[in-house]
Each structure stands twice: as structure tokens, then as C-alpha cells.
């Protein structure tokens, strides 16, 4: 047996596992790429819908960004201190045991990226269909070409993924920069006349249902995680990393909301379907509309590309502890990917945008769709950090949650919270998501079955997790 460079994950003598080739760099693309996606170009509507005024409204963006770093900094001490592939799914199989794990992995693949795979695709696919329309099905068929081609791109390798990551990133940082720079500085002011009434007083409702779109379009900072084992230098860059991501992101977001307040006002926000494009077309006319489509696609695609990426990650692990997805376990050497988890996540979107298809139901019912199942798997993360601290407290930390036990204390209520929100202010979408978790209590029970039979000898494979060790490992 030979142990991996992190010491998380024993392998097999000549077995492929992952092995670290991901700069500081790389992994502040990525993360930046997935979280600054298309939905700050959709989002900011809602929120203001749902706001009292602008300085509410900003004050909301702010706490959004506040509520990431208070998540990342727990997240830094996980992976730090336990860089895996599975990410959140190696967590909680350590603290909680493999009934939640196995759940969380279902989710991941049944519900969170391939559903925001799905889902930026179509946006990609809308905006694409601006510039160079395909006929009648022209956005489900770029939507179908996306997932395709981004499969294709990563199965080549991880080098080849993360360098088209890092080109869209910086294209997309550019683009966002764009919309500020116009926002602030070649679109007027509004006058007194032009401004519309304030909206009446935020209540709690309302002030919860921003929230959970303000937290979605944060979303995405955690995906990191499931790098953390590819990541090169101390186990402390994967920390330093993810908090820089975050701030950044922070004061883009700020940034934006400032030039759509400052150009359109509250009132003009929260009519607006396509509140980015209203700016542009204020600032500098009809051509703004074209350039925006191609800032919106570019998001889209490098939002995609990120989540393509780190998707699979998730189900490589499970795949490596699972008896019914054992399939999913293998890790390709020439291209270093779990390429075999990539197709089955690509196959999966592709079914998702067929579905999408016939019944496409807008952002409003996928942030519906994925919130809960979301926030839930957020909620027992930041349990999982709590518990192992009692249960590992000599396991080596290189980064630690400052002001613990508060902090993770406090990402455990913004969750809860959040979760609370999703299931109170939301509609069927959250039902439909809680449903396909659901299912996989199904698939638990199957595959508690299938492990008890091979611990009797049917299957060396099933024993009890060799791979995803609970104890305290070596480094």
C-alpha cells in the first residue's frame, strides 16, 4: 500500500489516484469562475424586489459576501486538514458516518452541479442564440454542444481543463469590470424625476427570500474543496486561496449592484427582467445589448466549465466507497481525471437539458429546486468540522478556525437559516428537490444490504471503507 502525497487517501501498490498539479493560481479561477457566474447578471433584480431601499439592498450583498468568508474559513480548516477529492463528502464521512456521505454524493449527483450544469448551459444557450441562432431548439442545442465539448475538454486532462478555466476567468472578470466601469461612469445619474417611488418596508419574508438568492449567487466558493488534494505547496494554499476568492468576489458584486443602483435605481432594478442589459442599454444604446450577451455567455461557460470540473471530484469518491457506483471510482493516469465520473456527470446534464427541454421553469424554480438540498449538506459540513475537533483533536491543522467555537457556531445558523428560508418563502421546485434526495434513502438501503453481504464474503470490495479512513492518518 502506498499512501497519497496528503496522507488522506490509501491506494492501491500501481493504482492511479490524484496527484497535486493545481497552482495557487488555478485554484483562484476556479473558484472565482463557478461563484462569479451569470446569476449576478439575473439575481440583483430579485434581491431589490425583495429590499426597502438601496443602502438595504447593498447592506444585503455585503452580509451575502460576510456569510461566505464566515463559511470559508471553516471550510479552510477541512481542507487543510483533510485535502480529498470528495470535498464535503469525506467530511461528513468521517463526522457523521456513511448514511449522510452516501446521501450528499447522491445529491451532488442527481441534484447540485449537474442541475447548475443543466442550468448555465441554457444560459449560455439563451445568450448564444443572440449572437448566432440555430433554428427553432437553437438554446437546447447549445446547451447539449456546452455540456459535450466542457465533458470532452476535462476528460483531455486536468491541465487543459484548468487552463480554459483560467482564460474564462479572466475574460469574465473583464466582462463584470466592463458593466461597472459603464455603470459608474458613462451612465447618468438618475434625476429626482426619473427615480421611481421607494418600495414599501422589506418585511422578514422578504428579507429571507433575498437572502437565499444573495447566498445562491455566492454559491459555488465551496467546490474548492474537492481540489484540495490536487492543490501543489503547503496545505495552507488551498486556505489563502479560497478566503482571496471570496474577497474578491465580495467586491466585484458590490461593485455591480453599485452601477446598477447608481444607473437604474431601486424601483428601475426590481422591474427589470434583464437588469444588466437595461443598464447597457441606457449607458451606450442598443450595442450594448450585443456586448452583453457575449459577457453573459462567457459567464456561463466559465461557470460550467468550474462546475464540470469539480463535479465529478464528489463522484470519484463515492465511486471509491460505494458498491452500487463503484464504476465511478477510477482515476484515468494519462489525463489525470476521473474521467469515467466525468461521463456520467456529462450524461446526467445531458439528461437534465432534454428534461429542461419540454419543461424549462426559470431561475426562480431551480434556485427552488436545488436551495434546500444545497444548504442542508452545508448545515452538516460545518457540524462535521465541530465534531471532528472532538473526535481528531491531534489530527494536524495548518489552518484553524479563528474565534472557534463562534464561527463555525455562527455558518451553522446562517445555514439553518438559509435552509428555514428555502423551504418557508419557495414553492413545488423545493419539494421536487427534497423528492430526489429522497430517493437515495432508497439506494442507502440497497446498498447497506449489498455491504453486509460482501462483509460476508460476496465482495471484498464492500468492506468497511478502506479508502476513506475515519482515523487519524498519517501526513
Known sequence: MQEQQAGVEVVKRGESAPSPSLRVLDVMALTVGIVLGAGIFKAPSLVAAQSASGEAMLLTWLLGGVAS????????????????????????YRALGKGPAFLFAWARLTVIPTGSIALLAFVFGDYATQL???????SPVYAAMLVVGLTAVNIAGIRQGTRTQNLLTALEVLGVGAVVIVGL?????????????????????????????VLLTYGGWNEVAYLSSEV?????????????????????????????????????????????????????GS??????????????????????????RTHYAFGRDSVLFNGLGQWHAKSNGPSRALLVQGAISLAL??????????????????????????????????VLRVREPDAPRPFRVPLYPLTPLLFIGICAYVLYSSLAFTGLGALAGLAVLGTGGVLLAVEAVRTRRGSQGTSPKATSSPRLQRTKEAT
Open 132 to 138: 448566432f441562432p440555430l433554428g427553432p431548439y437553437s
Open 232 to 284: 501543489r505547496g503547503s496545505r495552507r494554499t488551498i486556505a489563502w486561496s479560497l478566503l482571496a476568492s471570496i474577497g474578491l468576489v465580495t467586491a466585484l458584486y458590490l461593485l455591480v449592484n453599485v452601477a446598477y443602483l447608481r444607473g437604474l435605481g431601486l424601483e428601475g432594478m426590481a422591474r427589470s427582467e434583464a437588469v444588466a442589459a437595461d443598464l447597457m442599454q441606457r449607458a451606450v
Open 69 to 92: 468568508l464566515v463559511g470559508a474559513l471553516c471550510y479552510a480548516e477541512l481542507a487543510s486538514a483533510w485535502p480529498h477529492p470528495g470535498g464535503d463528502y469525506h467530511y461528513l
Open 185 to 213: 461612469l458613462f451612465t447618468p445619474a438618475l434625476v429626482p424625476a426619473e427615480a421611481a417611488p421607494a418600495p414599501a418596508a422589506s418585511s422578514g419574508t422578504a428579507w429571507g427570500l433575498a437572502m437565499v438568492f
Open 353 to 386: 437539458v432534454g428534461l429542461g427541454t419540454l419543461t424549462r421553469q426559470g431561475f426562480e424554480t431551480m434556485v427552488e429546486y436545488t436551495a434546500p438540498v444545497f444548504w442542508l449538506f452545508f448545515l452538516l459540513t460545518g457540524v462535521s468540522l465541530m
Open 287 to 312: 450595442g450594448g445589448a450585443l456586448v452583453l450577451s457575449v459577457i453573459i455567455a462567457i459567464s456561463a461557460l466559465t461557470s460550467a466549465n468550474a462546475t464540470v470540473l469539480t463535479g465529478a
